[in-house]
Antibody, heavy 121, light 108 residues
Framework: QVQLQESGPGLVKPSETLSLTCSVTDASVSSDYWSWIRQPPGKGLEWIAYISYSGSTDYNPSLESRVTISLDTSKNHFSLILSSVTAADTAVYYC???????????????WGQGTLVTVSS | SSEVTQDPAVSVALGQTVEITCRGDSLRRHYASWYQQKPGQAPLVVVYGKNSRPSGIPDRFSGSGSGNTASLTITGAQAEDEADYYCLSRDNRNFYVLFGGGTKLTVL
């Protein structure tokens, strides 16, 4: 059973950079596809970005100019960087594994527990 | 870009059947996956693909689709099914995905 665990600061100042890491256990980041998803308090889910085992990436167009996702195979984790944060970036941030079903449709089969990041001075 | 929409709230009497729907142009070409989220917990996939369930998900959960609409059906809803439900669809781009806004299910 794949396990994912987010880590990073719980408080970030406006205009600064948010950095999170997702540690993966019982799976290798050198295989599969990995994503970040966030959920503002009391609101719905928003996909942020994905990275493949080979390092190819894709980003939500609404966040693309501020987001970077990366992979560290030596530590078996992947990371998220979100720059120039505002209060609107306050959310629970989840990391997840993305897989495909037999018809080629993607879905997220494993999730971390989530970490709340608050943007405030 | 595309979007997928859900009704904000649905209620069902205990033991009855309820359908939660998701609408969007992308659903004409792609199957949705469905996620259950209880307060304070991470989402959990309950249905994916044409109509598949992960191990451990009760068979009262099923998925279907027609035209621009995908549906999650719970046959014989239980109290523990009370949760928020989100659909996920692939966009026209290969790896871009979209979540619906979520439906809060109340079991009466």
């Amino acid at each position: 059973q794949v396990q994912l665990q987010e880590s990073g600061p719980g408080l970030v100042k406006p205009s600064e950079t948010l950095s999170l890491t997702c540690s993966v256990t019982d799976a290798s980041v050198s295989s599969d596809y990995w994503s970040w998803i966030r959920q503002p308090p009391g609101k719905g889910l928003e996909w942020i970005a994905y990275i493949s085992y080979s390092g190819s990436t894709d980003y939500n167009p609404s966040l693309e100019s501020r987001v970077t996702i990366s992979l560290d195979t030596s530590k078996n984790h992947f990371s998220l960087i979100l720059s120039s944060v505002t209060a609107a970036d306050t959310a629970v941030y989840y990391c997840a594994r993305r897989v495909w079903d037999t018809s080629g449709e993607p879905y997220f089969d494993s999730w971390g527990q989530g970490t709340l990041v608050t943007v405030s001075s | 870009s595309s979007e997928v929409t859900q009704d904000p709230a649905v209620s069902v009497a205990l033991g009855q059947t309820v359908e939660i729907t998701c609408r969007g142009d992308s659903l004409r070409r792609h199957y949705a996956s469905w996620y259950q989220q209880k307060p304070g917990q991470a989402p959990l996939v309950v249905v994916y693909g044409k109509n598949s369930r992960p191990s451990g998900i009760p068979d009262r959960f099923s998925g279907s689709g027609s035209g621009n609409t995908a549906s999650l059906t719970i046959t014989g809803a239980q109290a523990e099914d009370e949760a928020d439900y989100y659909c996920l669809s692939r966009d026209n781009r290969n790896f871009y995905v979209l979540f619906g806004g979520g439906t809060k299910l109340t079991v009466l």
